[in-house]
């Protein structure tokens, strides 16, 4: 969860030069109506990553008027197959709806429990913040989520490729005790991940 605002709006100016946690505002009287409306989400994707997945960010970055507002929103496309992989929000709870197919959504505790279920059109998912968390596409057809977070700027970060596609990568060793396993199988793991972030 972000700060709670100290002013009505601070629509982000995202070209300041200053850096500072959120973003400066743009000038009051440069603001208009305009700056409170995101036009974009009627059509749907068309591009689609190596495990079919379009993902469409409603964040700060694009929707400067949530700077400071503590609420953002995803759109989540799923072809046939198609997952959105193991990751975490370091910075916010996610809340989403799904309008079309069939997920299976699942997010694990801090005791490694993972509890999940398998959704459809209408129904609703809450993800804690900054635990594991992923869905998959067990439909036959294309599916489709809205997810809303408490954050104007969430994060997002992918278990597989931060820990076998970072730069410059993790060393062997790390990841061999880790895992309890030999180098031949991190090597193959690494070799396979960049595609993934
Ligand atoms: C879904 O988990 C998302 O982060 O959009
Ligand atoms: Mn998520």
Sequence with gaps: ADPGPLQDFCVADL????LVNGFP??????????????DGLQKLGTVFDFLNVNLTEVDVFAFPALNTLGMSMNRVQFH?????PPHIHPRATELSLVTEGKLFVGWVSTAYILYWKILTA??????????VHFQLNVGKGNALFYAFFNS???GISKLAPALFASTPLIPDPVLTTAFNVNK????????R????I
Excluded: M, Y
């Design 184 to 191: 031949t199988i991190i090597d193959l793991i690494k070799s």
């Design 15 to 18: 070209n300041s030069p200053l």
């Design 80 to 84: 046939p197959g198609g997952e959105n």
């Design 193 to 196: 991940a960049s595609v993934l």
């Design 25 to 38: 505002c743009k000038k009051p009287e440069n603001v208009t109506s305009n700056d409170f409306f995101f």
């Design 122 to 131: 209408g129904q609703v998912f809450v993800i804690p913040p900054g635990l």
């Design 152 to 154: 104007q700027n969430p």
